[in-house]
């Protein structure tokens, strides 16, 4: 049984086992290696991405329940050469130090931002759990700040 | 090897530059021609740069990137001698490079391997003189053409001006002519730190805006043609074997091509990998870990079937009770213990930890007659390469080893194991694999940080000062199974015999036990400095309050001044304590150490050498009734000479601090009936953001003109500072790592 949904606006079918984790149909079918495996069970968010607007962790999430949703991956974020000001807000912070895991911390943070235009400390630190083995922590507080301070210069 | 000997490794490549026939490192074979621009050979100046036709500046990196900046920090050199735009610059990551000389092999671009935090300090000259060179051929290649002398051209970043008219002509018009001009044999000029436009200036990561768009690509991202994947089941017994193998259920797992075991070494052997298994080969990731969970095998429980955390500790115990093996006696510990006022003693577990690299291990292998295509994410390429031909004899001159970006290193990747083990399936099959390791696996396979328990006693004369100290360790030391390592020398792992506080006191004594376990051990990011640092800082600071004095002050007078003092270990030859109080004194300073604190707060310092750079922290927290501790704040310094990129210095200090803290806050890694208890991050919890403190300072204390290394130096006095903090607000001292409950019970 072939099970359709979007990514990144496309459509896509996937004829495989059902059970496959979201994460294993985007890298190893799709090509999409942007998200990350970290982990397996939703520990560490390496593997987020947003599915119909939510952030999910697709490395435990069966692209059987994906039927006719649509999913963004971090490959999906910018529009063009425009990136998203979470994305240059983690530029402009020099966040990266691996790397790893930040593709999976940008789609959590976007999503986050999404909730809470202006968030506190507070609010970042019972929402944002992705893990980050190079401990950037710092930085992406000062990331997440900055890119909400940018969108709500920019009204967006 | 030790760290020295990659150091080493470096150097070495200073000897080949001179001896070469065929001109090999600085001139000639197109370095960067592994990549899609091999075409271009005329537009390249030796191995590390290439000009385009529009003037962007394409420049080698021929370390291995794991997140330390190395390919930063190496092309800002490059950049700034050879008189750049830096934003004009793209970095491109370069293979493995070696030529076959008549018995042996040499580098080609330079020693290549990262770890104990060598890369910049090995290549801080070499890097610049690639600059400065190719920016004298440029020059050359102008003055020829407009038929002046060279010493009436100069350059502005990326023209050549030349002459009474100050005639400019850009790089890229003259690449071809100064690539032909042949090499500079000879160290040129460099530039003065004054004149410096790049190095020295806070420079974005290269790279950052391929990380945030997803474009990145790792070891694990690596898709050939034709690829299979595959995952190894390993013994979950340390040092066991398969003793059956069912792989009936496996085999009818949709996409699962093939099942064979894979052969571990004996358990007295080097680990050439880390455990004997058995193989599943598919068609996705996916399949191969479905089609490994179907297997049903028996395992021969092996030699170490009994280990267990708890026998270890208990015959740690027993050890100590006995004599050691003495590896250093400074003066006369026993007569001067006898004599002191007071005598202070304590002992101290470091448990075994595990490197939890985000990016589990993985590697690409492609096997064909004759020749083996590597791609992995590797801290010592060339390891990788000697793993490959171990495996299959393929000439290490036909195995060619390309580096990916490293997702975490941590000392995890200068053992090639995993290259072996995809090698090994690539060999069996014929077809180009991916072996990916599973969280799980990498939990439960490594080559851990090495565990111990350490006594530390100490005799105070009347005036407070230290006047004996001894460190007795028992301990699973990390050399064991390393090949050329005798018994007797297995302590050099485990104690550095320079660290503080030798030569601080007169009557010192190191005193070694090696106790042999099945628990496989390997470097983690400041091997045996971790473990020194958070036992020695306690030490000082439980003296400290046993005799009534401040441990910021006692902490002053045993380091003293500034004074080179020999080191023999690796980030010698000298050490200089008083840039240690430098720090010391700036943290205490910034966090108003002097201040008393209320009930349920306080404040910790410590300090430590690592590996040639110098570091402290302070650290506040609060511990409220129950016990829940919060890190209020931190405040940590980081004297490493010269800072290339200001930037990825504080980005290394920030790190160092939170892994140093993480792991004492709640990780281990035990042993029950002779496996590992722990198996993913439910049960090894890293630090999350909630932990860290917004109130967190970096601060860069300049010394000198030349850099040392950053990667492991932010590390060692992180967790001494924690619990140093923790006794400042409670009373309570923290002896046993990880932290974890004991401020609850």
Redesign the interface.
């Known amino acids: 049984m072939s099970i359709a949904f979007k990514v990144n606006g496309q459509t896509v079918r996937f004829d495989g086992l059902q059970d496959t984790p979201l994460l294993w149909v985007l890298r190893d079918e799709l090509g999409l290696t942007g998200t990350k495996y970290g982990c397996g069970i939703s520990q560490c968010g390496a593997c987020t991405v947003h599915v119909d607007g939510r952030a999910q962790r697709s490395c435990a999430l069966p692209v059987s329940q994906i039927a006719g949703r649509a999913v963004v991956t971090i490959e999906g974020l910018a529009e063009g050469d425009a990136l998203h000001p979470v994305q240059q807000a983690w530029i402009e912070g020099d966040v990266p130090q691996c790397g790893y895991c930040q593709a999976g911390q940008i789609m959590a943070a976007v999503e986050f931002l999404e909730r809470y235009p202006e968030p506190s400390d507070d609010d970042i630190d019972a929402n944002l759990s992705n893990l980050c083995r190079c401990g950037t922590y710092p930085r992406i507080r000062k990331a997440v700040r900055r890119a909400a301070r940018q969108q709500q210069r920019s009204g967006s | 090897m030790s760290f020295a000997e990659r150091v080493n490794i470096n150097r070495r490549r200073i000897l080949i530059a001179g001896v070469s026939a065929t001109g090999g490192l600085i001139c000639g074979l197109p370095a960067l021609a592994a990549g899609p621009d091999a075409a271009n050979a005329e537009r390249q100046l030796g191995h590390f740069i290439e000009i385009a036709g529009d003037g962007r500046i394409i420049i080698g990196s021929n370390q291995p990137?794991?997140?330390?900046?190395v390919s930063t920090a190496l092309p800002m050199l490059i950049a700034e001698e050879l008189d750049v735009d830096w934003s004009r610059v793209t970095v491109r990551q370069m293979p493995l490079g070696i030529v076959k000389t008549a018995d042996e092999f040499t580098w080609k671009y330079g020693g290549q391997g990262v770890g104990g935090s060598t890369g910049l300090t090995g290549n801080f000259d070499y890097m610049r003189q690639v600059g400065a060179k190719a920016r004298r051929l440029l020059i050359r290649a102008a003055a020829l053409r407009q038929d002046l002398p060279e010493d009436q051209c100069a350059t502005r970043p990326g023209v050549v001006v030349c002459g009474p008219m100050g005639t400019t002509v850009p790089y890229e018009e003259l690449i071809t002519e100064a690539a032909a001009l042949g090499t500079i044999a000879d160290d040129v000029p460099l530039k003065q730190a004054k004149d410096y436009r790049i190095v020295g200036k806070?420079q974005?990561?290269v790279?950052?805006?391929d990380?945030?768009?997803?474009?990145?690509?790792?070891g694990?991202?690596t898709?050939e043609p034709n690829m299979r994947?595959a995952v190894i089941a390993r013994s979950p017994y340390l040092n066991g074997t398969p003793q059956s193998v069912d792989d009936t259920g496996a085999r009818q797992v949709?996409?699962v091509l093939d099942v064979f075991e894979i052969l571990g070494p004996k358990p007295d052997e080097p680990y050439a990998i880390l455990a004997s298994g058995v193989a599943v080969v598919a068609t996705?990731?996916?399949?191969a870990i479905?089609g490994r969970e179907a297997l049903k095998i028996e395992w021969n429980k092996g030699p170490n079937a009994n280990d267990s955390s708890a026998a270890f500790w208990r015959e740690n115990e027993e050890m100590l009770r006995g004599k050691g093996q003495v590896v250093l006696d400074d003066g006369d510990f026993d007569t001067a213990l006898a004599s002191a006022e007071t005598v202070v003693e304590a002992r101290y577990r470091i448990p075994f930890v595990n490197h939890?690299?985000?990016?589990?291990q993985n590697c690409y292998a492609h096997v064909t007659e004759g020749r083996c295509h590597i791609i992995a994410p590797t801290q010592m390429p060339g390891g990788a390469s000697r793993s490959a031909h171990a495996v299959t004899g393929i000439p290490r001159e036909h195995i060619s080893v390309d580096i990916t970006?490293?997702?975490?290193?941590?000392g995890r990747r200068l053992t090639n194991d995993y290259v072996a083990e995809a090698t090994m399936i690539s060999k069996q099959t014929g077809w180009p694999i991916k072996l990916q390791w599973?969280?799980?696996d990498d939990v439960k396979h490594d080559f851990y940080r090495p565990a111990g328990l350490h006594h530390l006693r100490a005799g105070v004369d009347r005036q407070g000062r230290v006047v004996a100290w001894t460190q007795r360790l028992a301990s699973a030391s990390k050399y064991f199974r390393r090949p050329n390592v005798p018994d007797d020398e297995l302590w050099t792992a485990e104690l550095y015999p320079d660290d503080f506080p030798r030569r601080m006191v007169e009557n010192l004594r190191l005193e070694y036990f090696n106790h042999r376990v099945g628990v496989p051990r390997g470097s983690w990011r400041a091997p045996a400095h971790t473990a020194n640092a958070f036992v020695v800082q306690s030490f000082v600071d439980e003296i400290a309050h046993a005799t009534g004095q401040s441990p910021l002050e006692l902490r002053i007078a045993l380091l003293g001044d500034e004074r080179e003092l020999d080191y023999s270990n690796h980030g010698g030859p000298t050490f200089n304590p008083g840039r240690l109080t430098r720090l010391l004194r700036f943290v205490a300073r910034e966090i108003d150490y002097k201040r008393s604190r209320p009930a349920g707060r306080g404040v910790g310092l410590a300090t430590h050498f690592t590996f040639g750079g110098y570091a402290a922290h302070a650290i506040e927290v609060s511990v409220a009734d129950g016990g829940e501790l919060t890190i209020e704040r931190i405040v940590a310094a980081i004297d490493c000479g010269f800072a290339v990129n200001p930037?990825a210095v504080h980005?290394?200090l920030?790190?160092?601090?939170?892994?140093g803290l993480?792991t004492a806050l709640g990780l281990e890694i035990t042993v029950k009936d002779g496996q590992i208890v722990q198996s993913?991050?439910?049960d090894y919890p890293?630090?999350?953001?909630?932990q860290?403190p917004?109130a967190?300072e970096t601060h860069i204390l300049p010394y000198g003109d030349q850099p040392t290394g950053v990667g492991e130096m932010g590390i060692p006095s992180a967790a001494p500072a924690l619990t140093n903090a923790i006794f400042a607000a409670t009373g309570k001292r923290i002896r046993t790592l990880p932290i974890a409950q004991q401020l609850s019970a």
Do not use: C
Not at chain 2, 356 to 360: K, R, S, V
Not at chain 2, 686 to 690: D, E, H, K, P, S
């Open positions: 990137e794991i997140g330390q900046g806070a974005t990561g790279g950052v805006r990380i945030v768009t997803g474009q990145a690509r790792y694990i991202d898709r994947y949709p996409g996705s990731t996916w399949a479905k939890a690299p985000l990016e589990p970006r490293v997702g975490g290193g941590f599973t969280r799980e930037s980005a290394q920030e790190g160092g601090t939170v892994d993480s993913n991050f439910h890293l630090m999350r953001l909630a860290v917004a967190f």
